[in-house]
């Protein structure tokens, strides 16, 4: 009687038996790496714990000196100093406030910010701070790549809806208008909280492009849009083009202004001109104010178009409305900073003048 062996069979389960045993060996290595990881997250959680009770005895802190500052400056205005010595002091005193008010607000940059009123509206009480410098950085830097992106997208549909009256190619270019102002302004509030220096009236624009283009969107089909629709995707077309150049513009001042500590690394690209783009001046100015001009024609055609007899929609005479305070803000703005630059060179070329002349004398 012969006894046939599977040696295959055996084979397997030898191999299969190696394999538990090495699989056993792994699966305890794992085991000790699971236990580092223990570890480790115990010291992220007690680390955790005590940046926030840092955050808050710096925040308490920085309450109480402000709070103390201004008490002394009110005693300061209040003291009567009746020796030269003691106007001297009261000086320096006013100097070193002012000094640590500055300071205070380094210390406060570096600290996580409550969200403003819209940010409180949009995302609610969720903390937007980047604490990492590198990381606001490259939030920064997506920001810029986004804008410019989207400005390239926007200029590529407004082209095709000048070329082609498709209302789907209209409402395509609409919805990407107004996704991306909301998306604008949400991006910016970050950034605002990250330390950036945006404000005043180029933040107010972008919230009133926003209402402009979602009053666009909901403009039905009609004699008024098609009387206005190609005026507006010219608009939106050289608008595109505008903020291109601008981007591009702004990107080289900041670079080099940035080189020479002049200005702060979470500066951004924004709409209108600024204190900091005086050089090359006259190859931006013109194009800005061509572009506020085309503001004011949109509201002047709107404003007669709301007049007309066949006119129901309520979206005509708002967009008129929009665009003429657009046209407003940006064109005193704008104006605004270029008075104010042309007063800064004339009175240092004055004084400049008055000096030599004075040393020229003294010779």
């Given at each position: 009687m012969f006894v046939y062996l599977d040696l295959t069979s055996i084979s397997t389960a030898k191999m299969s038996s190696e394999n538990a045993f090495a699989l056993k060996d792994e699966w305890e290595a794992l085991t000790a790496e699971f236990k580092d990881l223990e570890a480790y997250q115990k010291q992220f959680t007690k680390t955790v714990e005590e940046l926030n009770k840092s955050q808050n005895q710096c925040t308490k802190s920085i309450a109480h000196q402000w709070y103390r500052l201004n008490q002394i400056a009110?005693?300061?205005?209040?003291?009567?100093?009746?020796?030269?010595?003691?106007?001297?002091?009261?000086?320096?005193?006013?100097?070193?406030?002012?000094?640590?008010?500055?300071?205070?607000?380094?210390?406060?940059?570096?600290?996580p910010r409550e969200n403003g009123l819209y940010l409180q509206i949009i995302l609610g009480s969720v903390n937007v701070t980047i604490m990492n410098k590198e990381d606001s950085m490259k939030y920064k830097e997506e920001y810029e790549r986004f804008k410019l992106t989207v400005t390239v997208i926007i200029l590529i549909l407004s082209a095709q809806s000048i070329i082609f009256s498709y209302r789907a190619l209209d409402a395509i270019l609409h919805f990407l208008l107004v996704w991306y102002y909301c998306t604008l302004t949400i991006r910016e509030s970050i950034l605002v909280v990250n330390g950036s220096?945006?404000?005043?009236?180029?933040?107010?624009?972008?919230?009133?492009?926003?209402i402009q283009a979602g009053v666009i969107i909901v403009w039905p089909d009609?004699?008024?849009?098609?009387?206005?629709?190609r005026?507006?995707?010219?608009?939106?077309?050289?608008?595109?083009?505008?903020?291109?150049?601008?981007?591009?513009?702004?990107?080289?001042?900041?670079?080099?202004?940035?080189?020479?500590?002049?200005?702060?690394?979470?500066?951004?690209?924004i709409?209108?001109?600024?204190?900091?783009?005086?050089?090359?001046?006259?190859?931006?100015?013109?194009?800005?104010?061509?572009?506020?001009?085309?503001?004011?024609?949109?509201?002047?055609?709107?404003?007669?178009?709301s007049k007309n007899e066949k006119c129901v929609e309520w979206q005509v005479f708002c967009?008129?409305?929009?665009?003429?305070?657009?046209?407003?803000?940006?064109?005193?703005?704008?104006?605004?900073?270029l008075h104010q630059k042309l007063t800064e060179k004339i009175v240092k070329s004055l004084s400049s003048g008055n000096e030599r002349e004075l040393y020229n004398k003294a010779k």
């Open positions: 009110e005693a300061l205005d209040s003291c009567t100093a009746e020796t030269k010595e003691e106007k001297e002091l009261i000086k320096t005193i006013k100097q070193d406030i002012e000094s640590r008010k500055v300071q205070l607000e380094d210390v406060l940059s570096v600290l220096r945006m404000k005043g009236w180029w933040r107010i624009n972008h919230f009133i492009m926003t009609g004699l008024m849009y098609d009387l206005f629709r005026q507006f995707t010219l608009y939106t077309c050289y608008t595109s083009i505008l903020q291109f150049l601008q981007f591009n513009y702004q990107q080289g001042c900041l670079y080099r202004l940035r080189a020479l500590g002049e200005r702060h690394k979470m500066d951004i690209t709409e209108g001109f600024h204190s900091w783009m005086w050089r090359g001046l006259s190859f931006l100015l013109p194009f800005l104010y061509i572009g506020y001009i085309f503001q004011l024609y949109n509201a002047y055609t709107l404003y007669n178009l967009s008129a409305v929009i665009f003429f305070i657009l046209f407003v803000g940006n064109t005193f703005t704008t104006s605004r900073v």
